[in-house]
């Protein structure tokens, strides 16, 4: 069974950076995607940022390009996403996410197995 922790929510003022992590247990197998999401209070669940396992392929949010940065240190089978320039629109539930085995990353959501519980981020104006 793969079980995903996150770590590192927090509340921070607008322009302000935070570091999310990820630890992951459990085979995930060697071909695979792994995600960050986010929910925000009456909205639906999106996709932040993907990267496939092999290859380090990454695909981001318009929302967030060029201030979000997704990463996985396979070594210590952690997963990333540092977040700059946050502006109060981020405020979410962020979730990370691993799907089962597969050739390609996608950002639909049902494609991804075993997600977190989720850490929570707040930005103030």
């Known amino acids: 069974q793969v079980q995903l922790v996150e770590a590192g929510g927090d509340s921070v003022q607008t322009g302000g950076s935070l570091r999310l992590s990820c630890v992951v247990s459990g085979d995930t197998g060697s071909r695979y995607c792994m995600g960050w999401f986010r929910q925000a209070p009456g909205k639906g669940r999106e996709a932040v940022a993907t990267?496939?396992?092999?290859?380090?392929?990454?695909y981001y949010s318009d929302s967030v390009k060029g201030r979000f940065t997704i990463s996985q240190d396979n070594a210590k089978n952690t997963l990333n996403l540092q977040m700059n320039s946050l502006k109060p629109e981020d405020t979410a539930m962020y979730y990370c996410?691993?799907?089962?085995?597969?050739?390609?990353?996608?950002?639909?959501?049902?494609?991804?197995?075993?997600w977190g519980q989720g850490t929570q981020v707040t930005v103030s104006s």
């Open positions: 990267i496939y396992s092999i290859g380090g392929a990454t």
């Open positions: 996410a691993t799907s089962r085995p597969r050739f390609y990353c996608r950002t639909n959501s049902d494609d991804f197995s075993y």
